[in-house]
Every structure is written in C-alpha cells, then in structure tokens.
Nanobody, 116 residues
C-alpha cells in the first residue's frame, strides 16, 4: 500500500505561483511513476504532469513552460511548481502513484484557486 498526501494549494492571483507537494509513504520502493492530475468543477479529471523513478518527466501542453515537476527521492516527495497561474488552472489537484506491479493510488486532493 502507498499513501499520498498533497499540500500547498490555496488562493492566488493570476500571474502568481504556488508549489504543490505530494508526500508518499508506505511501500514507496514499488513506486514507478508519480503524477499530478486536476479536476475543475463540471469537468473530467485531466493529466497535468508526471515524473518517473528515473526522473523522466512529461507535462500537459496546457502547462508546458509554466509548470515544473521534480522530486526529492530522499523525502519521497514530488513537487509541482506552478508559475504564471491562470484562472483556468483553478481545480482540485490530485497526486497519483503507479507502482510495479501496476497498482494505482490517489491522494485526497488540494484545492488551487486562481483569481482574475
């Protein structure tokens, strides 16, 4: 089992920055990929970014150039640095972990609200 706890959400003005954290605990040695997803009201959950255990990263086109994903392996923590935030970035952001073998875990989510 893997437990994920997100933090760092909040209210920010457009153009501002936030850094989200995803702290993993439990069987973290099985984690292959950690990703961030978001879900805005009335919309489906969508992919934002991911980072693999070998530090390969991928970001959604909508956040490229503004968001950065990184990890601190010693702390079992993944960060999502969000710059130049837009109102359309407003959503609940969820951390997701995929293990080997392929089990998937989700955090409880953290709210990000960007005011115009």
């Amino acid at each position: 089992q893997v437990q994920l706890v997100e933090s760092g959400g909040g209210l920010v003005q457009a153009g501002g920055s936030l850094r989200l954290s995803c702290a993993a605990s439990g069987n973290t040695f099985n984690i292959d990929i950690i990703g961030w997803y978001r879900q805005a009201p009335g919309k489906q959950r969508e992919f934002v970014a991911l980072i693999s255990s070998s530090d390969n990263t991928n970001l959604a086109d909508s956040v490229k150039g503004r968001f950065t994903i990184s990890r601190d392996a010693a702390k079992n923590t993944v960060y999502l640095q969000m710059n130049s935030l837009k109102p359309e970035d407003t959503a609940v952001y969820y951390c997701n972990a995929m293990t080997l073998p392929r089990d998937i875990y989700w955090g409880q989510g953290t709210q990000v609200t960007v005011s115009s």
